[in-house]
């Protein structure tokens, strides 16, 4: 039985289509067969980031449309086994996504694919509506700052009533916390919000917290998943988050800063 | 109550049982004035059929204790515009006498006691036998238990509004009653919309954007210091809204 999961946030640039790329990767690298859908029509990016934008041809639109077979518009991701990548049209609009049509592709690909990850745009229209409406789970993907949050809220409020689970009647939307570009340091500072001042507020459980890094602009301008980078915290934060997801039990690292001293910095680094 | 004398009342040709109704209150301040029948014509139009043949009740208690006027005559030509007066409400008592006469129940009140002390003697004391009693049926207040989160709005209409969970920023909370918080109330609450001004907010930590009780609210930059992430209710007195703390154990 396939799970659609939505990784949303409301807001948009606190990481949602970084998180997705990591996200399926990662969950491929588990073994799971995952597709990971951009459903940011005309604003195209998740290719990019997947390092897929070379071999687009068809999208999910044309799939929409009955202009292309799924198998056509579908990327295999080339590092990794498992891994398939939907892009979307650059140059149509969110009209483009028609219930009916969004419906007929998810179903389609659940017959493959063990999780099919929904790449959602910013906002609450239509492009955000349609990445959620038919999600089993949710990802909400938060920035430690109080607008992040605030839209957040929105978003939860919304699969809470506008998602197909709510609107039959069905078991709830289930809802996790990604807390992204968290910098402990100015956290301390008291120029970000607070881990636990987050969590108050959304009141969902935390799925891991992903530390401010360098790696992550890295790996999307060479397209590659920031999970691959396995020295970066990152790239290991988003690792422990999947692990979790799939029910292990791991301890939250990097929501403490880091202890000064080069030496320290050095090891670090290196482990 | 045996299942006897259950049994023999599901058999009996009639019940009789407590239930509360809705109505409108028509306040009449001025009924000779020559503006009133062409102002309640105007009101009746808006909403036709909101109006049709709704059954009213006459208040009287602002008028006048030297007002003179025919009563008959003023309740026909209330129903002339498809209102039903059933009731009536305070007022002089040769106005409350021609309104029994003319068929009228005396509605108690259910003002304040203070006002009442301040008018003189009950007028339905001086009449025991017209007062009736209206068993009011209970109507459950409306309870949220996940948290409001900022864009919702809950309406708990002509009831208490409970909420078991946090109310984020940018939720609306109304209620024609009292609204309760059992965790932080970071959004607006706003009790007695329909104009209960006895109507109060309570809540576990005062964060609010506005708080409101009929109609006169304030807003988050004027809650002092002493109330902000506190347990506290928010109620009116004397017009004016205040806060208490609220003593936790």
Redesign the interface.
Known sequence: MSKIIVMTSGKGGVGKTTSSAAFATGLALRGFKTVVIDFDVGLRNLDLVMGCERRVVFDFINVINGEAKLSQALIKDKRIDNLYILPTSQTRDKDALTPAGVERVLNDLSKEFDYILCDSPAGIERGALMSLYFADHAIIVTNPEVSSV??S??I???L??RSRRAEQGLEPVTQQLLLTRYDPERVERGEMLKVDDVL??L?IPLLGVIPESQAVLRASNVGMPVILDEASNAGQAYTDAVGRFLGDEIEHRFVSPQKKGLFSRLLRRSA | MSSANQVAERDAPFQLRGNSFTMMVLKVNAPNSQDFFPQLNVKVRQAPNFFRNAPVVLDFDELPDTVVFDLAAFVAQVRAHHLLPVGFQGGPRPVQEAALAAGLTPMPTGRAAKLEVAKGPDPRAANPAATVTIEVVHRPAVVVTEPVRSGMQVYAEKTDLIITASVSPGAELLADGNIHVYGALRGRALAGVSGDINARVFCHSLEAEVVSVAGIYRVSEDIGSDFFKKPVQVFLREGVLRMDLLKTV
Do not use: P, T
């Open positions: 605030r839209d809220d929105r939860l409020g919304v809470a009533s108050e507020i009141a």
